[in-house]
């Protein structure tokens, strides 16, 4: 069924009896989501519920939500990372308008009676990351840069189109491959503009846009690392190992630096929202993120 805008209230959110919560991926076994969501339902009062982890791609995601839907104790809801989240919104009975924009859902929860609902809180973790450790405010126009094309930069463009950018460039390795961001921005609204990372002038680039998203692993930005940071907001959604060269170039610069850990967490708020129907405990999940993480980053909030 094509998804559609959920109804006010559609989502179960109840909190009555026990219930479960996962994270599906594969691989998964590396997933921070259970040290968020765990302490959140433990600062709600919340002692029969629990998240876990979950191995499963794409192929076997069908299944697994038809044998959740009968499933005792009830499932509150499911994370979902790569490679699963283009199939989770193509099973969803009903999703999110900004999941339709990217094209990709990272939550689902049961609706009652049969079903599942998506949404995108990917996009809340980088307008998340941004305002809080980028110091990023909307805005009503301006240019920015993402470097990638993959599923992460499709969350982004949609997250700057929602602070109110309206002008973006792609600088991506291989054009071929940039078609679904292409699209992606089109939807939002952007006027894009897509360029090589081999002939590009990474400084000049950089020092126009209001704010740079890094989607690319460090050995590709290495090489370019203090001309990238000539922006003055930059999002690095590599956070392990930390500090990646990127990080450093902006640091050194005294430009603002939001990173992939700023993105988990806040993207994970309005998963908890969804999954209990209440406010999520923004401190105590940032207080366990940091714990688990030795102290690696602030994580302002």
């Known amino acids: 069924m094509a998804p559609t805008e959920s109804p006010a209230g559609a989502?179960?959110?109840a909190l009555a009896g026990p219930r479960r919560a996962a994270i599906l991926g594969s691989p998964v076994a590396h997933s921070l989501s259970p040290v968020l969501h765990n302490a959140a339902f433990a600062a709600l009062g919340l002692p029969g519920w629990h998240y876990e982890r979950v191995e499963c791609d794409e192929h076997r995601l069908p299944s697994l939500l038809a044998e959740a839907a009968q499933a005792t104790p009830a499932w509150a809801g499911f994370s979902v990372?790569?490679?699963g989240k283009r199939r989770a919104?193509?099973?969803?009975?009903?999703a999110t308008a900004r999941a339709r924009l990217v094209g990709a859902a990272n939550t689902?929860?049961?609706?009652?009676?049969?079903?599942?609902?998506?949404?995108?809180t990917d996009i809340d973790g980088v307008t998340g990351a941004l305002r809080a450790a980028g110091g990023f405010t909307p805005v009503t126009r301006g240019h920015a840069t993402i470097l990638g094309a993959g599923g992460t930069a499709l969350a982004a463009i949609v997250a700057l189109a929602e602070l109110g950018l309206t002008e973006l460039t792609l600088v991506v390795r291989d054009p071929a491959r940039a078609t679904d961001a292409l699209d992606c921005a089109a939807r939002a609204g952007l006027k894009t503009e897509t360029t090589l990372l081999s002939e590009t002038d990474l400084a000049d680039l950089a020092a126009s846009s209001l704010i740079l998203v890094s989607t690319v692993p460090p050995a590709a930005t290495e090489p370019h690392a203090t001309a990238l940071a000539a922006a003055p907001c930059v999002l690095d959604v590599i956070y392990h190992p930390f500090p990646a060269p990127l990080a450093t170039a902006v640091l050194a610069q005294g430009h603002r630096l939001a990173t992939g850990l700023d993105m988990l967490l806040h993207q994970a708020f309005g998963q908890c929202e969804q999954f209990t129907g209440r406010p999520a405990p923004r401190e105590a999940m940032r207080a366990a993120l940091r714990a688990a993480t030795d102290n690696l980053l602030e994580l302002p909030l």
Not at 108 to 114: A, E, Q, R, S
Not at 115 to 120: E, L, P, T, V
């Open 11 to 13: 989502r179960t959110g």
């Open 81 to 83: 990372t790569m490679p």
């Open 89 to 94: 919104l193509d099973l969803a009975t009903e």
């Open 108 to 120: 689902l929860t049961p609706l009652p009676g049969n079903g599942w609902h998506a949404d995108c």
